[in-house]
């Protein structure tokens, strides 16, 4: 039987459309966001949910990623099915079911803070300009840091340096995105922290020069004149 090619839906990242993002968030209408702050630049896809969070310019999270308490740094790559900071039960009760603590919907008193307050003081924190692969899990009170890549799968339990490349359950090194001399450079230049209009005119040397050369012409310039 021929083939036949079909052309079914519309894609609905905001990526696909020339003027798909601006300053404005993009949020897809089925996401839950609440209690979140969220930089100009940024979009979240289908089904995702977001909580108690920081989601910092740029970034942008793919469909049904799950996110509490955290800060997404600048410029992060959230894939599909991450889930960021999900919460542990109380294991030094008698019972770990939140009956004891969600009281109030079952119907056995106010609900109890202190497991909330307990949740919220491990606060993940995502670096600027990481890549957080398909399905990874980022466990509590975890930091990643800048330009880190986590394999897709990963399951992070401690945190992640700076440009390392993590996989696996538990996460380990792998190796390094990039040397130490240009993680120190990319680090002192902040490119994260440019103006869109200073990103745009860098274009070409994001293309042209990898992260070692890029590194090394930006922290030659004088800082006032690196950001144009
Ligand atoms: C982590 C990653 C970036 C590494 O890519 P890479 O530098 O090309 O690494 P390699 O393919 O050379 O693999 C290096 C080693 O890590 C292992 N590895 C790679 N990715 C892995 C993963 N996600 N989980 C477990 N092990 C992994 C490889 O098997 C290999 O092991 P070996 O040295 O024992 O043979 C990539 O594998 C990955 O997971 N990318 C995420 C893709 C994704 O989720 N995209 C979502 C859409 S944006």
Redesign the pocket.
Same mark, same amino acid.
Request: aromatic content about 6%; overall charge positive.
């Given at each position: 039987m021929a083939l036949v090619e079909i052309n079914q839906g519309e894609p609905e990242a905001p990526w696909y459309d020339a003027d798909g993002l601006s300053e404005t968030p993009v949020i897809h209408p089925s996401a839950t966001v609440l209690r979140t702050r969220v930089g100009p630049w940024t979009s979240i896809a289908r089904g995702c949910e977001i909580l108690d969070s920081d989601f910092l310019d740029f970034a942008y999270a793919t469909p049904n990623v799950q996110i509490f308490n955290a800060e997404i740094g600048k410029f992060c790559?959230i $894939?599909t099915n991450v889930r960021i900071n999900r919460t542990n039960h109380p294991m030094w009760r008698a019972s770990l079911h939140h009956f004891t603590y969600r009281s109030r919907c079952h119907h056995m008193g106010e609900d109890d803070r202190e497991i909330f307050d307990w949740r919220m003081k491990s606060r993940v924190v995502i670096g600027p300009d990481a890549?957080i692969?398909?399905g990874a899990i980022i466990m509590p009170g975890v930091h990643v840091g800048t330009g880190a +890549?986590i &394999?897709? &799968? $990963?399951i992070v339990t401690k945190d992640v340096p700076n440009y390392a +490349?993590v +996989? &696996?359950a538990p996460a380990r090194v792998?190796?390094r995105r990039v040397d130490e001399v240009t993680e120190a450079a990319l680090l002192r230049i902040e490119w994260w922290d440019w103006s869109h209009a200073e990103l745009k005119e860098a274009m070409p040397d994001f293309r042209a020069l990898d992260a070692a050369a890029f590194a090394a012409k930006y922290d030659a310039l004088p800082s006032m004149i690196r950001a144009i």
């Open positions: 790559n $894939a890549w692969g398909h +890549v &394999g897709s &799968g $990963a +490349v +996989v &696996g792998i190796k």
